[in-house]
């Protein structure tokens, strides 16, 4: 095991020194927060791919797939189909607005009104995803180096908290993108072929195994609809992963930097369940499903390669756990503290220095660091604090943001309705029925769309000044797009008015 351990710890070293290279560059609050949107089509690509395949979709998928064969593999499919939907309609939209937070689109979308309660909503939701990844370190350090729970979490949240306060997304993007490749080869060009040869390759896999391992709703239709509702959905709207838009380019490399990484995740899904299925023909009596990735790394693998799968498994966790972090530092800053502050002084205060906006939020993302970890130390059932924010981030928050994109009545007294009716619909009814019920997202999601057209067919329409100002961010007209105030006051008169859609 030396040689896995030296290949972890050289692994951890290069992410310290990455976060100490990546603040040399966070020389502006566009710089520490969105990379200054320069990043191409390579690194866009990779560090998408980083952010939405974590340690579930890595040790869960390959669970799935012991659990219920080559049908495990919806779960992470239907992230990948998310991040395609977002990526080939509306990408584009949203990297040409400019913002830095969803509430702020909310913001310029309805005229301010409805962006301090979708703040709250956003930030829980970013708190529980970084706690969940959190989490998981604690199995991989238990693993490694037999470490007990608590000590794994505060040494992995601390190596991922010290980066991403270090250099914000520029550190995040870099050691995103180191993850992107380990990922790569740990997983897809190593596990996968090594596990199917142990196995006995797919002739004896379907010898060994019932034929639902097979089939492709074997896990079960109203299972696989869930799971649209909740990440395919969640992808079109989390603030980790609109922060990701926010650094591209341009509109083609949102677009196509987007399609290829959705594409991955794809593959990605089947690689983890066919993983997960050689698991179960190898180790047909586990106690946990959850419990084959590590199981056919430390008996199939040969030293080496074990510690570098290891470490793509460990790159998986802190690449979502960087993004959740500076997501949910950034909503609490930007959008809950800064609103806070204004109303407390009777006007929206902003920094006058660039300097100053990247010390407050280097200082928001280790409040929230320190904040993670103790919860995550705290909590014990995953499954249910990770449902929870995906089920109050949908419910409340899907139909009033794609509502403002699409439909241009929508007002925001009808975007607050929305948020509230839906939001209380879905924690009522998990109270109810509990936290893993279908049920809850299914009458959130229609409450909440029925909260928003009534109210604002109800209500007078958005003032034309401000669809006006919409209008011309989505046009990406430069003389109203500015990174000093990216949801600015009024806006210049747009030259030109292409709709919403």
């Avoid at 992995?156 to 050691?175: D, E, N, Q």
């Amino acid at each position: 095991m030396a040689v896995d351990y030296a290949v972890i710890v050289l692994y951890l070293a290069g992410m310290l020194a990455m976060g100490w290279w990546g603040m040399r560059r966070a020389k502006s609050k566009s710089d520490f927060l969105v990379a200054g949107r320069r990043l191409g089509p390579a690194m866009y690509s990779g560090t998408m791919v980083a952010i939405v395949l974590g340690g579930a979709s890595t040790i869960g998928g390959v669970g799935l797939g012991y659990q219920y064969g080559l049908s495990g593999a919806w779960m992470v499919f239907t992230i990948g189909l998310g991040l395609l939907a977002l990526s080939i309609f509306f990408s584009a939209r949203i990297a040409r607005l400019k913002v830095y937070t969803v509430s702020e689109m909310l913001d310029l979308r309805y005229g301010g009104s409805a962006g301090l309660i979708s703040g709250v909503v956003m930030w829980a939701y970013t708190l529980m995803l970084a706690v969940t990844s959190t989490i998981a370190y604690a199995t991989i350090f238990d693993v490694l180096f037999g470490l007990d729970r608590s000590l794994s979490i505060i040494l992995g949240g601390a190596i991922v908290v010290a980066y991403s306060t270090l250099g914000g997304m520029w550190s995040i993007t870099l050691t995103d993108m180191v993850q992107f490749v380990v990922k790569t080869i740990g997983v897809l060009l190593l596990l996968l072929p090594i596990a199917v040869i142990k196995a006995g390759g797919f002739a004896e896999m379907k010898a060994q195994l019932p034929d639902d391992y097979f089939a492709p709703l074997g896990i079960g239709g109203q299972t696989v609809f869930t799971y649209v509702l909740i990440y395919s959905f969640g992808m079109l709207i989390g603030q980790d992963i609109w922060q990701r838009v926010f650094t591209a380019r341009g509109d083609k490399v949102a677009r196509l930097g987007g399609t290829a990484a959705g594409t991955y995740c794809l593959a990605y899904a089947l690689a983890g369940a066919v993983i997960g299925t050689a698991a179960k023909v190898l180790y047909p009596h586990l106690g946990s499903p959850d419990d084959a990735f590590a199981t056919i790394v430390k008996d199939a693998l040969p030293v080496g390669v074990r510690g570098l799968v290891l470490a793509a498994a460990l790159s998986a966790v802190m690449s979502t756990s960087s993004g959740a972090l500076i997501a949910c530092a950034t909503v609490a800053n930007n959008d809950i503290w800064a609103r806070v502050k204004g109303f407390a002084s009777g006007r929206r205060e902003e920094s006058a220095q660039p300097h100053d906006e990247v010390r407050g939020n280097r200082i928001f993302i280790l409040l929230m660091g320190v904040a993670v970890i103790v919860i995550a130390i705290a909590l014990n059932n995953v499954v249910e604090a990770l449902t929870l924010a995906y089920n109050v981030l949908v419910g409340g928050l899907l139909v009033p943001i794609l509502g403002g994109l699409v439909w241009k009545r929508g007002t925001a007294a009808g975007a607050l309705a929305s948020v509230v009716v839906g939001g209380v619909t879905v924690i009522g009814l998990m109270i109810t029925l509990g936290v893993l019920a279908n049920e809850p997202i299914y009458y959130g999601l229609i409450a909440s769309l029925v909260a928003y057209m009534a109210v604002s067919l109800a209500t007078k329409p958005t003032d034309a000044a401000v669809l006006a100002a919409w209008r011309a961010r989505l046009a990406g007209q430069p003389d109203t797009v500015t990174d000093a105030d990216p949801v600015g006051g009024a806006a210049p008169a747009p030259r030109t008015a292409a709709e919403p859609s």
